[in-house]
């Protein structure tokens, strides 16, 4: 990840969105499908992706500490565990702590509500957990085809990944277009 970047991920998503085949393969058969891409991962390391929907979520927890080469395994985990947008920013540090970690696994809805989290009532959250051999890829909801410009694609292709964008429909229907 580069100047806020990730070109990875940027490959990753534009070409889910604009191929649903590949985005069939991609969450059935995850590694395969980025070696399409030319996207190799280090050795022992896996990638599970999954899809955020308009009625599901996927919140991914963070792996513990480690230092590690930057890969392709590297930009996904980080894609995948940084909460940039300020209303997830306590995921960034509570998920290091067992007793936040229980209770969110437990009640996701409970904990991001406390956070000033508005989620609806009728969201699903997954919550997932990276470790140090596997990460998940979380795919965005795609957006209305209206909204899915050339001009959009071409930013999302570049890496250029609003952190909002992942969490969009948690608290009710929001426009792709806010972000661009």
Known sequence: MTNGRNQTMGRIIARAWSDHDFKRRLLAITNSALSELGLVLPAGKTVIAVENTAKLTHIVLTAPRFTETKSVFTDIKEFSESYRDPRFFPLNWGSHDPVFTARFKTDPKAVLRYMGVDV????????????????????????????????????????QIPSALRYAGIEGQVSYRQFY
């Open 120 to 159: 609806r009532n009728s969201m699903a959250l997954e919550v997932v957990e990276n470790s140090m051999s596997q990460v998940y890829l979380v795919l965005p909801a795609i957006p209305k085809k209206l909204e899915l410009s050339k001009v959009v694609m071409e930013k999302i292709a570049a890496g």
